[in-house]
Nanobody
Framework: QVQPEESGGGLVQAGDSLRLSCAAS????????MGWFRQAPGKEREFVAI????????YYADSVKGRFTISRDNAKNRVYLQMNSLKPEDTAVYYC????????????????WGQGTQVTVSS
């Protein structure tokens, strides 16, 4: 089983870019679908993006499509979320999740989660 750990969060201004990284230890990283989710204060956790085991398939929430890009490097056991044109409404704790058999947008279907990294976008 893999254990994800996020990094790269911080405080940025609207319009800036930020790249989140998720390192996955244990397990066979290249066999897991990897997803990014986020949770803003007072709101439910929401799906952001997902990438399949090979990197050949990705899917995004409408709210981030065209601004965020998910990618992975199986040789380094890492998945990334490049976030461009950030908006204040992107402010949230961002979580990395892994699952061996599920490829979708439902967070409750992912088995392994990181602790999250805070992204704050000021206006």
């Amino acid at each position: 089983q893999v254990q994800p750990e996020e990094s790269g969060g911080g405080l940025v201004q609207a319009g800036d870019s930020l790249r989140l990284s998720c390192a996955a230890s244990g397990g066979t990283f290249g066999t897991y679908a990897m997803g990014w989710f986020r949770q803003a204060p007072g709101k439910e956790r929401e799906f952001v993006a997902i990438i399949n085991w090979s990197g050949g398939s990705t899917y995004y929430a409408d709210s981030v499509k065209g601004r965020f890009t998910i990618s992975r490097d199986n040789a380094k056991n890492r998945v990334y979320l490049q976030m461009n044109s950030l908006k204040p409404e992107d402010t949230a704790v961002y979580y990395c999740a892994a699952d061996k058999t599920y490829y979708g947008t439902r967070g409750d279907r992912f088995d392994y989660w990181g602790q999250g990294t805070q992204v704050t976008v000021s206006s």
